[in-house]
């Protein structure tokens, strides 16, 4: 039956979930046992974030805190993975990407294809992204474009606590290696989500809202932004399609079509900075795809084009806001009326 807990509870009880049913689940990252059977019980507090707390203490052989060094874990992750174990890595803020890049392009996403498919990599890379948490340039930013340009890896943003636990087991059992992009802001968010297990597929978006007016296509900690911006539209008279990609790799482009074709404008919202973000990427297929449709130019809210400020006023101004949605789908509202 559902309870509510919170985002990272779900994580946390998928990540033990699935160890349970599957030996062969193991979890590697930079302390995600933290202390715990080193006579630093205190500190055994599961990560930065506490995802992994509790994992220790029932498997305490098959997670392992791994040095500040992540071409070092994330490639062990890799090889664990081609050898027949399903390796969790955490890598603790997507922004050390380019520490182990060579790691997850050139050897995870590529190891499947270079061997004619005789080789598998069933191997999940944990990573938190987004700003508004006051953690500066270098440890909040949106990066999951650079793996959605990737073929070969799959790419998932879950935007609530029943989609972090569905989505996530589902990558933990899929034989392909999977980038899993947890909002930071998010964790603390409560929904419903059931006790046992149960997955979500990969490439189906969720209509969070129905409208016939505008589409509003979103990911992670933006959905729920744009879900209120939609309300305050509504009180307005303008209905919003409410769409949540959940996966970027692979993206559920006939949902979006689908929409488009019903309401004629659209509006993406995409914490990432906008050149070649997901925002574009959707916008240039809607384009391609739909032009006849369209009644007016697809719009973008994104952040700019800068690194994330360190300033609080900066940093809350440098995330898209429900305000700016709402403007955004008046404007487009506004130019098909008056085209």
């Known amino acids: 039956m559902p309870r509510k807990i919170t985002y990272l509870q779900a994580v946390n009880e998928a990540l033990l979930g699935e160890?349970?049913?599957d030996p062969?689940?193991?979890v590697f990252g930079e302390d995600v046992v933290g202390g715990a059977g080193a006579g630093g019980e205190m500190d055994a507090w599961g990560g930065p974030m506490g995802a992994t707390k509790g994992i220790y203490d029932e498997f305490p052989e098959r997670i392992l805190d791994a040095p500040i060094s992540e071409s070092a874990f994330i490639g062990a992750a890799v090889g664990a993975s081609a050898s027949g174990l399903r390796p969790v890595a955490e890598l603790m803020f997507v922004d050390f990407m380019g520490v182990c890049f060579d790691q997850i392009f050139n050897q995870a996403a590529k190891l499947r294809y270079m061997f004619g498919g005789k080789a598998r990599v069933p191997l999940v890379i944990r990573t938190t992204f987004g700003a508004?948490?006051?953690a500066a340039a270098q440890h909040s930013e949106c990066l999951y474009p650079i793996f959605t340009h990737i073929p070969g890896l799959k790419v998932v943003v879950p935007s609530n606590p029943y989609d972090?636990?569905?989505l996530l087991v589902r990558a933990i059992r899929d034989d392909d290696p999977v980038i899993f992009f947890e909002n930071k802001v998010l964790y603390g968010m409560e929904g419903d989500v059931p006790e046992e297990l149960y997955t979500i597929p990969f490439g189906e978006a969720n209509v969070v809202r129905d409208g016939d007016d505008v589409t509003i296509v979103a990911l992670g900690r933006m959905v729920s932004l744009a879900d209120h911006a939609a309300e305050q539209l509504a009180e307005d008279g303008i209905e919003c399609d409410v769409i949540d990609l959940r996966t970027t790799s692979p993206l559920d482009?006939?949902?979006i079509y689908e929409s488009i074709e019903r309401t004629g404008r659209l509006v993406v919202v995409d914490e990432a900075n906008p050149r070649c973000s997901i925002a574009?990427?959707?916008?240039s297929l809607v384009a391609q795809n739909c032009f006849s449709d369209l009644k007016g130019p697809p719009r973008t809210v994104t952040a700019p084009h800068t690194p994330v400020p360190f300033s609080p006023?900066?940093?809350?101004a440098y995330v898209p806001s429900p305000e700016r949605i709402a403007g955004a789908v008046r404007e487009s509202v506004g130019a098909a009326a008056t085209a």
Do not use: P, Q, W
């Open 19 to 21: 160890m349970r049913r």
């Open 24 to 26: 062969s689940v193991v």
């Open 132 to 134: 508004g948490i006051r």
């Open 164 to 166: 972090a636990k569905g």
């Open 253 to 255: 482009e006939e949902t």
């Open 280 to 283: 574009a990427d959707v916008c």
């Open 313 to 316: 006023v900066l940093e809350d």
